[in-house]
């Protein structure tokens, strides 16, 4: 099996009970994780992106492909928005997001945020992964 599907499918591997928890069943707001703007109110200018992935020691980190990032509000309990990691450019995502505090699941763990009006956090989350035997 080549290198680059053994190291997606691990990245899938890792992110599976993530998926499988009950919180990650929630439904979301939708994909950007914000919701339509109201008449009157302005378009939300705030939120993540970065790169998800895997690294094995002595090589560069290795996009994910599809869901790749899961936004949790900020008691971690349920997910507000998701984000998607193209196939012509693996790893790398944005969500749109209001300001607030939130924690972001990737393949490199949880990280807890705030976003301010205005602000974009880059996440950079990677899980070093074992060389194969």
């Known amino acids: ?35 339509a703007p109201v008449a009157g109110e302005p378009p ?10 895997g690294k094995v020691p002595d090589s560069d980190a290795e996009g994910v492909v599809g869901e790749c990032i899961w936004i949790f509000d900020e008691h971690n ?31 490199g763990g949880n990280r807890p945020i705030e976003i301010k009006p205005g602000q974009w956090v880059k996440i950079e989350s990677v899980v070093a992964l074992p060389l194969a035997p």
């Open 1 to 35: 099996m080549p290198k680059r599907i053994s190291i997606i499918l691990l990245i899938i591997v890792l992110a599976a009970p993530e998926l499988a928890s009950p919180q990650a069943a929630a439904p979301t707001r939708s994909v950007s994780g914000a919701s």
């Open 44 to 53: 939300v200018q705030s939120g993540i992106y970065g790169f998800s992935g």
């Open 77 to 107: 309990r349920s997910q507000v928005a998701k984000g998607e990691c193209a196939e012509r450019t693996p790893g790398k995502f944005r969500v749109v997001l209001k300001p607030g505090r939130y924690v972001v699941h990737g393949p």
